[in-house]
């Protein structure tokens, strides 16, 4: 029988990416991620890994891109600040075509902001993890298990398809402690070979090259184009979506990581007075779930999110204009609560009836 074990979000993410085959870690400390990156200097060293900390947040995503192109499994961890500035390494890593696992522990912002649970780095993660051409697969957790469960899924999908992935959780989730069934190890001797790594050739094969540089125009906009054809092929495979009480839903809340869980909560309390709602919870950001929007009965949606209103731009892009997408937040490290939520689906489905 698998044991359950009860872990901080932090730790179990750590864990997770140990069993993973993950045996180069590198990172920074900050707020509200602090325990990952502990986590890791205790126990990398009893498994034949490294844990560096870096100098700083530069440093050390740019020893992700180093082990990376050498073939290992690497991953760094931040929270937002630290995000934004390893945004630069991350997009050398998508342009070299280099797999690696990041992971962000949300706080408030922008700047300094608090150190209290956000979820305002949405647009970041989607739209602008660096400069250039790319996207990378985002995957949000909205429990303990599940930060476990991506974080090693990550490891896979990265390899797949030679990409950054990243993990956006936030303060709550990583605070959090839950019982959790932790994956199977793998031994990273048993993973795949990478034969396009750097990592000697012994003089049995042609030698490889890692680089994000094209001097040749033509040469970059023809790397463009076949990455892109790689990012269809992840939109069409590796959409994942919760739908929860939707089949006969009038009123449908978006919502995502740690703001489902409340949602969620107040989608029973709602449907307990009579109004009928659903929920929809993407788990990937990127690819983003648009089919499950779109094939949702409801007449209005509401979006629930720990910022100033950034998801719900993708819900009315699933939308267009066939329907009310209202939008309901907290910000700055505040948590709405499922009183608010409920009081907002209340005036939504007043609306609608009207």
Not at 233 to 259: L, P, S
Not at 338 to 346: F, T, Y
Request: glycine share 8%.
């Amino acid at each position: 029988m698998t044991e359950k074990v009860l872990m901080k979000g932090n730790e179990a993410m750590a864990e997770a990416a140990m069993r993973a085959g993950c045996r180069f870690f590198f990172g920074y400390p900050i707020t509200p991620q602090t325990e990952l990156a502990a986590y890791m200097a205790r126990q990398m060293p009893k498994r034949d890994g490294v844990y560096l900390q870096a100098e700083s947040e530069v440093a050390a995503i740019n020893m992700v891109y180093g082990a990376a192109a050498a073939g290992a499994r690497a991953m760094t961890s931040s929270s937002s600040p630290g995000i934004s500035l390893k945004t630069e390494g991350i997009s050398y890593m998508a342009g070299a075509d280099l797999p690696g696992v990041i992971i962000n522990v949300q706080r408030g912002g922008p700047g300094l902001g608090s150190i209290q649970p956000s979820q305002s780095d949405y647009f970041q993660a989607t739209r602008a993890m660096g400069h250039g051409d790319f996207y990378m697969p985002v995957y949000a957790p909205s429990t303990v298990q599940e930060m476990a469960d991506l974080v090693y899924e990550a490891f896979d999908v990265a390899d797949k398809y030679r990409t950054p992935v990243v993990i956006l959780a936030d303060g709550m989730l990583g605070q959090m402690m839950e019982p959790v069934i932790l994956p199977e190890a793998i031994d990273p001797a048993d993973l795949p070979e990478k034969d396009w790594a750097t990592n000697g050739h012994a003089g049995k094969r042609k030698h490889n090259v890692v680089n994000s540089l094209f001097l040749d125009a033509q040469a970059n906009e023809d790397k463009n184009i076949e990455r892109f054809k790689t990012y269809e092929m992840i939109k069409r495979d590796e959409q994942r979506v919760e739908t929860y009480r939707t089949e006969d839903a009038d009123i449908c809340i978006v919502a995502f990581g740690a703001c489902a869980r409340i949602a969620r909560s107040a989608v029973n309390e709602a449907r307990e007075q009579g109004i009928k709602a659903g929920l929809i919870r993407p788990i990937t950001l990127w690819p983003y779930p648009y089919r499950a929007i779109e094939q949702c009965p409801a007449k209005a949606f509401l979006t629930v999110e720990m910022n100033m209103g950034q998801m719900i731009e993708d819900v009315r892009l699933a939308v267009g204009n066939s329907v009310p997408v209202e939008f309901f937040g907290r910000t700055g490290g505040v948590i709405p609560t499922p009183d608010e939520v409920l009081a907002q689906l209340r005036a939504l489905n007043e609306k609608v009836g009207e």
